[in-house]
Every structure is written in structure tokens, then in C-alpha cells.
């Protein structure tokens, strides 16, 4: 391919300009350098190993842990003009064979293969003679033990490095916290990778957090305002998703359930109908929406309370992938919290026990937090956030501060007594003066923290000494069993050089709010010609057996009714898009907006 990268991006995808580090990563894998790319979900990880695999000489081979995500990866990429397929279980053997017939008549640009079917024997083989451009490894969070999906079939993937030493390999993950980047880089043999961090950052998502009354009421008013829109709401149970399914649909709203426990034949209907919008709302276990590329769903409610802040993370990231306002809403319950407690003790390794109750604590300690929470969800993750988000139920309903100074740095002196070698059970024990047998054999009974916050209760220090981990004072290492250490800021507090402040802790409850709405860079546009041309979408879509979404976004339909394109010209400039696109469905949308601006200046007699 002669043009350069950018004019890819705008000939084949239709996006003017790139988003933070792509351009470098394509520039870099079609240079045959490898990478390890850290990006938001919705923040374009897909074109940074697509871009590459049409400019090198050929076939890029993406691995994808899931059928439904080939699908979609295939269906948006065959809409733009790129010649890819998928090669997996799904595929009858016709079909299957001619995957494999255009593979070796190298006519492919992409390839999207499951990691099991990638590193059989005879594909390896089938692969030794064939161009290679590149291998993607999508979620690459899953080859690695810290990762919160991990899955055998992926370690596997570590010996592509050593078969195709000369092929530049990149790994994608929209989660991941430091331990498992630093697991994945070694597993996958990417020693020599540039690093690309994006920040985790999704600031069209309005993060909310109820506490767990009457759940299905609680939903159902959050649900009220929202029937038009797409949404998934995630249950921890098959028993509880088909209840809530059963009742949501009683209630009047468009909803069907998803899991495991369904027929294969029931999973990908209901899937369908949703990438479709034939149905609104999908309630499901976690066995849904991996990778989903649907990018108009505009809410995720967790009906129960995630296990991981990593998959908190990955679930509400589905939401608002088009840049438009979405929402986050979390229903927390303290019964939740001792189901999943008695789950993860009954697991047999050790390691893996610590390792996830460990997560399971810092998801609590995001849902009990009474600072901004954006600023715990991406410290969590290593980003600091400079100030609060004002995007999030926390900073629009701000809870009562109380100075916390004073017990801030008993706190930090009561960790440094100890040696930086203990978890927060022990250093509260400490500082309220635990009559245990362990601080006597230490002697940590002598210290001159001991029992200095005796007056304080075990709930209070728990909540401080978390803000003070969320706040960079502190760090709790994961590696390490989870033991507090002071990092740098700590010195000024320390030494009495600066204050802190602190929301009251709510110790019994958190009380519920109300989620506000906020549109985040939402454009002007007009309503009534948006949905018309949802219209439109969907009557092309059913046409075509492909869900609206690949045709084009919801940002590429609020464009067109904000800027009204009288051309096909004007209508190229729009976002997303492309030559193939403006050809293929150009004249049909820009028909629908000429109609609609004729018939309104009649209307308003304007001549």
C-alpha cells in the first residue's frame, strides 16, 4: 500500500486524525517492531495493529478469546473495504474451507483465530508457509494469573515469539494494573516492546454508586428514563439474571437474559437482537460482552457488586464507546461481599486466594469511598488524576469533610513502626490497641503508636487508611501480601507540612443517590433527523444482516444531524466516514438529511 498511515485512516475508516499514541504504535509494528499497547475500551486499540496489517506485506493474524468479538472485528472491517474473516468453531466446514482457500491465496488482510485453534500443530504449520504481517494478542490480560480473566488457553501464545522470531507481535489490553503488564510482557517474550499507556480515562462515563435496598426497584427507576436507549445489566448468578430478566420484561421493558447456562443457539439470538436493537436491555452474567463492539450502549448497571476492579473497569467501559455520555451505575450490598468472600475462600491455591481477595477489597473500597471516584478507579491502575472529576456521583453530591490530619499521620508513623511489612488488619489492630496474641509476640504492643486510636473505630481507620492508599500516600502491595508502604508524598504529611481532608465515612450505609445525567462533549444536533437516520441505520442493517453500529456510530449520526451535509463532499468530512462507506451508503443518508432539511424550511418558511 502506497499512501501513509493517516491517509488510511481517513480512506478506509473515515477519522480525520489519531488518538493519542496510535500513530506512533502503527508507525512503529509496520516499522516490524513489536509493542504492548495499555488503551481505554472505545479508545481505538483495534486500528493499531489493522492500520499496520494493511501496509505490511501479508496477513495480520489477530487472536480473539471470543467468537462474538471476531464477528463484529470482521463484520465493521468487511464494511470499511478490508478483506478479513474469522476461522473458528462457529464456521461450518464449507465455510471454514474457504477461510482457509482465501488464507493460502493470500487475499486476506486480517485474520481472527482463538488462541487454541492459533497454537494447534497443524495451524502452526499451515502458517509457516503462508506471508505473515503481524500477531495481535487482544485482551492480552488473559495469559497472565493476575489478569481478572485469566485463561489457560492463552499461555499457549508464548511460544510465537520463538516460531516467528522475525514477525512483530503486539499485545492489547484495555486492564491491566502494573503485576500483570509486567506478567504479560514476559509470558508473551515481548522483552523488547515499546510500551504505549494511554491512561485509563473515560470521562463520558458518569460513575454512580446505590446502596442496595430494594434492588429491582431501584433499577427499574433507573431504567424508567432510559427504555429508548441500549444497556447491560450485569448479575453475579444465572439464577439472578433470569429473575431480573423475567421481571424486567413483566414491567413492560425490551430485555432477555444471557448466560452460560442457555443454549447456544438461545445465546447468539439474544445476542443478536441486541447488536441489532431489537432488544434494549440484556441481563447477564459475566459471560457477556467480552470484547462486545457495539458502540451505542449508553448505560451498564452492576446489579451486584464485581469481584475485581479490573473487571468493574472492563464491564462499565462498554458503555459510551462512541464518545457520547454514558453511565455507570453500581447497587452495592455488603451481603454481596460475604457471597463473594465465601467463594474465593474455597478456592485450593494459596496464592491465588490472597491474590483475589486482595482485588476483592480494593472493588469494596471503591464502593465505599466517599472521594471522586474516577480519581480511585484510575489510582487503582497507577494514573494519578490531578482533580476531581466532576463526572461521578461523589463530586455532583459531595459528602460532609472533616480534617483528618492528625489521625492521617498516626496512621502513616503507626505503618512505619511496623516496619512497612504489614497489611491494614494489622496496623488497625496496632492503632487501636488489639489485646492479640501476634502484636505481643512482635512486641508491636511497646510501640509508641499502639493504641493511640484507640477512640477511633475499626470502619474509621479503614476508611482513612484507603484514602490514604487512594491518594498516593500510601501504596498496598499486591505482590507483596497486600502490605502498606509510604511513598513520597507521605514526607510532608509526615512532618506536619500540609493538612488532609477526608469525606465522613458512611459506615453503616451508603446513602443512595439519584445518577444525574451529564452529556460530555456531546455536539448540538437535531433530535427529530438523529432518529430518522436510526431509522435509516437499522433498515440498511436488516438489509444487509449486519448490526446498525457497523454501518455507522451514534457519533457518526449526532455529526450529520448537527452539521447537515448538503454533498457527498460534506458528507465524506463526516467522522467514520470512509471511501467504501461514502460509496456505499452515502447517498442514501445524505437523501434522508436533504428531505429533512427541505420539509423544515417549508415548514418554517424560510425561503
Request: charged content about 25%.
Amino acid at each position: 500500500m502506497n499512501e501513509t498511515s493517516a491517509q488510511s485512516l481517513k480512506t478506509i475508516f473515515g477519522y480525520d486524525s489519531f488518538r493519542p499514541h496510535q500513530q506512533e504504535i502503527i508507525e512503529g509494528l509496520i516499522r516490524g517492531e513489536d509493542a504492548f499497547v495499555l488503551m481505554p475500551t472505545g479508545g481505538g486499540k483495534s486500528l493499531c495493529y489493522q492500520i499496520p496489517a494493511l501496509h505490511r506485506t501479508g496477513v495480520g493474524i489477530v487472536v480473539s478469546p471470543l467468537i462474538s468479538l471476531m464477528k463484529d472485528q470482521v463484520d465493521a472491517l468487511n464494511a470499511c473495504g478490508v478483506k478479513a474473516e474469522f476461522y473458528n468453531s462457529s464456521l461450518q466446514s464449507t465455510q471454514a474451507r474457504k477461510v482457509l482457500a482465501a488464507l493460502h491465496a493470500r487475499e486476506l488482510d486480517l485474520l481472527y483465530v482463538a488462541p487454541e485453534r492459533l497454537m494447534s500443530e497443524g495451524f502452526i504449520e499451515r502458517l509457516k508457509d503462508i506471508p505473515i504481517a503481524l500477531f495481535a494478542i487482544d485482551e492480552a490480560h488473559c495469559i497472565s494469573q493476575w489478569g481478572h480473566d485469566f485463561r489457560p488457553e492463552y499461555r499457549k501464545l508464548g511460544r510465537l515469539r520463538s516460531l516467528f522470531r522475525n514477525i512483530p507481535m503486539i499485545a492489547l489490553t484495555a486492564t491491566a494494573e502494573p503485576h500483570t503488564r509486567s506478567d504479560i510482557l514476559d509470558r508473551l517474550g515481548l522483552s523488547k516492546a515499546t510500551c504505549y499507556i494511554s491512561g485509563f480515562d473515560r470521562p463520558n462515563i458518569h460513575y454512580s454508586v446505590m446502596e442496595k435496598i430494594k434492588p429491582f426497584a431501584q433499577l427499574k427507576s433507573f431504567l424508567q428514563s432510559r427504555n429508548s436507549s441500549s444497556g447491560i445489566v450485569y448479575c453475579l448468578s444465572r439464577k439472578r439474571v433470569d429473575k431480573v430478566a423475567g421481571q424486567l420484561v413483566e414491567a413492560g421493558f425490551s430485555a432477555a437474559p444471557y448466560h452460560a447456562g442457555l443454549t447456544a443457539i438461545q445465546r447468539k439470538k439474544t445476542q443478536d437482537d441486541f447488536l441489532r436493537d431489537d432488544i434494549r436491555i440484556i441481563v447477564a452474567t459475566v459471560a457477556f460482552g467480552m470484547g462486545i463492539d457495539k458502540s451505542n450502549i449508553r448505560y451498564v448497571v452492576h446489579y451486584d457488586i464485581p469481584k475485581t476492579i479490573e473487571s468493574y473497569y472492563q464491564e462499565t467501559g462498554r458503555a459510551g464507546r462512541d464518545g457520547l455520555a454514558a453511565e455507570a451505575l453500581l447497587l452495592f450490598g455488603y451481603g454481596d461481599i460475604a457471597v463473594a468472600k465465601s467463594l474465593i475462600e474455597k478456592t485450593s491455591n494459596p496464592e491465588q486466594k490472597r491474590i483475589e481477595l486482595h482485588k476483592l477489597g480494593s472493588m469494596v473500597g471503591f464502593a465505599e469511598a466517599m472521594s471522586c471516584r474516577r480519581r480511585i478507579l484510575l489510582g487503582y491502575f497507577g494514573e494519578r488524576l490531578q482533580d476531581d472529576c466532576g463526572n461521578c456521583d461523589i463530586c455532583n453530591h459531595p459528602p460532609e469533610l472533616i480534617d483528618v490530619t492528625e489521625d492521617a499521620r498516626k496512621a502513616l508513623s503507626c505503618v512505619y513502626r511496623v516496619g512497612q511489612r504489614f497489611g491494614m488488619t494489622h496496623v488497625i489492630d496496632v492503632l487501636r490497641g488489639a489485646q492479640k496474641e501476634r502484636i505481643f509476640q512482635l512486641g508491636h504492643d511497646r510501640l509508641t503508636t499502639y493504641a493511640i486510636g484507640a477512640d477511633k473505630s475499626r470502619e474509621y481507620w479503614n476508611s482513612l487508611l484507603r484514602h490514604l492508599v487512594h491518594h498516593g500516600f500510601l501504596e498496598q502491595d499486591v505482590g507483596d501480601y497486600s502490605v502498606l508502604k509510604l511513598k513520597a508524598p507521605a514526607k510532608p504529611l509526615l512532618k506536619g507540612e500540609q493538612t488532609l481532608t477526608m469525606a465522613r465515612p458512611r459506615i453503616e450505609t451508603i446513602k443512595a443517590a439519584k445518577t444525574k445525567r451529564i452529556k460530555t462533549g456531546e455536539m448540538d444536533y437535531n433530535q427529530e433527523l438523529f432518529e430518522k437516520l436510526r431509522i435509516l441505520r437499522k433498515r440498511l442493517a436488516e438489509t444487509a444482516g449486519i448490526p446498525p453500529f457497523v454501518i455507522f456510530s451514534d457519533t457518526s449520526l449526532a455529526e450529520m444531524a448537527a452539521y447537515l451535509p448538503e454533498d457527498l463532499d460534506e458528507f465524506r468530512r463526516i467522522h467514520g466516514v470512509g471511501n467504501h462507506k461514502l460509496k456505499r451508503y452515502g447517498p442514501d443518508f445524505l437523501e434522508e438529511i436533504l428531505r429533512f432539511t427541505r420539509n423544515n424550511t417549508v415548514l418554517t418558511g424560510e425561503t
